[in-house]
Each structure stands twice: as C-alpha cells, then as structure tokens.
C-alpha cells in the first residue's frame, strides 16, 4: 500500500516563502511522478508543478519564477519551495505520487 504524505503549510504574508514536502512510501514499481495540485476556494483541483519520471519540472504559468520543484533528500520525497506568494496562491496543497493522493495541506497568504 502507497502512502503520501504533505507537510510544511502555513499561514503567511504576501511575498513571503514556504516550502512544502511530500514523501511518499510503500511498495512502488519502477520510477513514477510526482506533482503537486492545488485546490483554491470555490475552484476544481488543478495541477500546479510536477517533475516527471526522468526529473523533469513542469510548471503552470501562474507559478513559473516563483515556484520551484524539486527531489528532496531521497528518491521518495519532492519538495515545493514556494517564493513571492501571493493571495491569489491560497488553497489546500495536494501531492499526487504513484496514482496516489495525499491527505492535503492548507496554504493560507494573507495581510
């Protein structure tokens, strides 16, 4: 069984940082993507920066520039360092790994 897991959320002001990590484990097949997906209030989920099977980042244009995604200290974890936030990128956090969703994290930016 697949397990993924967030941390890191919080509650910021705009222009501020945060770093989100997402470390997944289980028994998994060969190598696998990972993304992260957010969902704002009152809007579906939608993906925001995945790295790919051969570590490839990917990136929507909202967040290119600020957002940056990357392996963490092993295999099993991506980071999502998160610069120069803005209101407009409050909304609850999810990884998605190896068909698996984890539980989310909330992202709140406000003055």
């Known amino acids: 069984q697949v397990q993924v897991v967030e941390s890191g959320g919080g509650s910021v002001q705009p222009g501020e940082s945060l770093r989100l990590s997402c470390t997944v484990s289980g028994s998994i097949d060969g190598p696998y993507a990972m993304a992260w997906h957010r969902q704002r209030p009152g809007n579906e989920r939608g993906v925001v920066a995945l790295m790919t099977k051969d570590g490839r980042p990917i990136y929507v244009d909202s967040v290119k520039g600020r957002f940056t995604i990357s392996k963490g200290n092993s295999n099993n974890t991506v980071d999502l360092q998160m610069n120069n936030l803005k209101v407009e990128d409050t909304a609850v956090y999810y990884c998605?790994?190896?068909?698996?969703w984890g539980q989310g994290i909330q992202v709140t930016v406000s003055s």
């Open positions: 998605f790994a190896a068909g698996n």
